[in-house]
């Protein structure tokens, strides 16, 4: 009697063997539609997202007459009442139902076994990003979906044919556009097995013109402003430090916001390389001023001593004059009538007449440009500063050349 109870229970374990091995894994095929995402944080690096969910499989069991057509399906509430797919999603942070007026959830099933679910759900999700190119950056944003418990021997998801991802046509993002979404499947092999995965790839563009507005002019505006003080007279003092400190606490503050509603990453960023330049030639403007004042002084130093100098030549010659004087009375010099071809005077007269003579020279447009900026004649602070007016807004335009085609191409390049 033993003996033929166990042979049962083999002869049972072989016929399951053999029901798995023929009827291999339930197969559950998923659609979603993407009613809204509502914020993409860059800080915590997370968008939330309103969707949709639907999932559709064949379970055999649940076979019914339809009445000769009558029953197009049966609709259920309560998901407890049938057998469900073991799904989850990988990389949520949070997420809830919507059981505004009614719980959002029906579940159909069709006469020949056929079982829909669908449910509106409400989910915040990880989405980690690479920021070197903020703000003229793009982000992929992911939407992952696997089995919990069952391997692909039992349960395998499969995206349905046709349209698998739907997304409403009026999607508003306030600094994102979404520029397309790719399905994929993303499997991951575990000590307990392999297990299926679906994944939706979203490609969200960020909108540069925000950028633009708040932080890319203001602060050429701010560089802008420093080099007034390249204008302004060498002995207003109170005003050009005034100015440059100005400017200079305002470029860090507007710095510090910028960074305040970011994440702190370990890699360089584009506003980053912006923001730096800027504050730098701010900077630079407030230096220029020390080293103009310091060599103000220094020239002012300088023309005290020449001052002295020119008083103690000129208390030399008087002395000098006052023993000609003594002298004059016994001798004196017959001057001549006719001047000797040597003489000084007949040579500057001889030179005028050369230069008179000599073919007008062609206007030149830089030199005439240049001439309205004179360097040579003036003090070396006020040649400082007529420097600075040319060198600061030539240096500044070169590193926009550079900063955009460097960025706007890197950008190219990874798209």
Same mark, same amino acid.
């Given at each position: ?84 797919? /073991? +799904?989850? !999603?990988?990389? $949520? ?6 059981? &505004?007026?009614? @719980?959002?959830?029906?579940?159909? %099933? ?90 939706? /790839? +979203?490609? !969200?563009?960020? $909108? ?6 708040? &932080?890319?002019? @203001?602060?050429?505006?701010?560089? %802008? ?91 030399? +010659? ?98």
């Amino acid at each position: 009697m033993i003996h033929n109870h166990t042979r049962k229970l083999k002869n049972d374990q072989l016929n399951r063997k053999k029901i798995c091995i023929t009827d291999g894994p339930a197969v559950v095929r998923i659609n979603l539609f993407v009613r809204s995402i509502a914020t993409i944080s860059d800080i915590k690096m997370e968008y939330s997202v309103q969707l949709t969910f639907r999932e559709q499989w064949l379970d055999e069991r649940l076979k019914f007459n339809d009445v000769g057509g009558r029953l197009k399906y049966l609709t259920l509430t309560e998901a407890n009442r049938v057998w469900m797919p /073991d +799904l989850f !999603f990988s990389n $949520e942070k949070e997420g809830h139902f919507h059981n &505004i007026i009614m @719980p959002n959830v029906y579940i159909r %099933i069709f006469p020949f076994g056929s079982v829909l679910y669908s449910i509106r759900i409400s989910l915040t999700l990880a989405c980690p990003m690479n920021l070197k190119l903020y703000p003229l950056d793009r982000q992929v944003c992911s939407l992952r979906m696997a089995s919990y418990g069952w391997t692909t021997d039992d349960l395998v998801f499969l995206w349905k044919e046709g349209d698998p991802v739907q997304v409403v046509k009026n999607l508003h993002l306030p600094r994102f556009t979404l520029e397309k979404f790719l399905t994929d499947y993303c499997n991951s092999k575990t000590n307990t097995g392999e297990y299926s995965c679906l994944k939706v /790839d +979203l490609l !969200f563009k960020r $909108e540069f013109s925000y950028y633009l507005i708040q &932080i890319y002019i @203001p602060c050429c505006m701010l560089v %802008i402003v420093s080099w007034v003080s390249f204008w302004l007279d060498q002995g207003a003092v109170p005003a050009r430090v005034s100015l440059g400190v100005t400017t200079l606490l305002t470029m860090a503050t507007q710095t510090s916001g910028i960074n305040a509603s970011l994440p702190p990453v370990s890699y360089t960023k584009a506003i980053d390389v912006w923001t730096g330049v800027c504050l730098t030639f701010v900077f630079g403007a407030l230096l220029e001023f020390a080293l103009v004042n310091y060599a103000s002084r220094s020239d002012l130093h300088r023309e005290n001593m020449k001052k002295k100098r020119r008083e103690l030549e000129q208390a030399s +010659l008087d002395a000098a004059s006052d023993l000609l004087d003594t002298d004059s009375n016994a001798t004196f010099a017959m001057k001549p009538l006719v001047r000797h071809p040597g003489d000084p005077l007949a040579l500057e007269k001889l030179r005028q007449c050369e230069v008179h003579m000599q073919p007008p020279k062609r206007p030149n447009c830089c030199r005439s440009w240049l001439s309205k900026f004179p360097t040579r004649n003036c003090s070396r602070s006020k040649r400082i500063d007529v420097i600075s007016r040319i060198t600061f807004p030539l240096v500044f335009a070169l590193f926009n050349l550079v900063y955009w085609s460097t960025y706007l191409f890197r950008e190219e390049e990874e798209t």
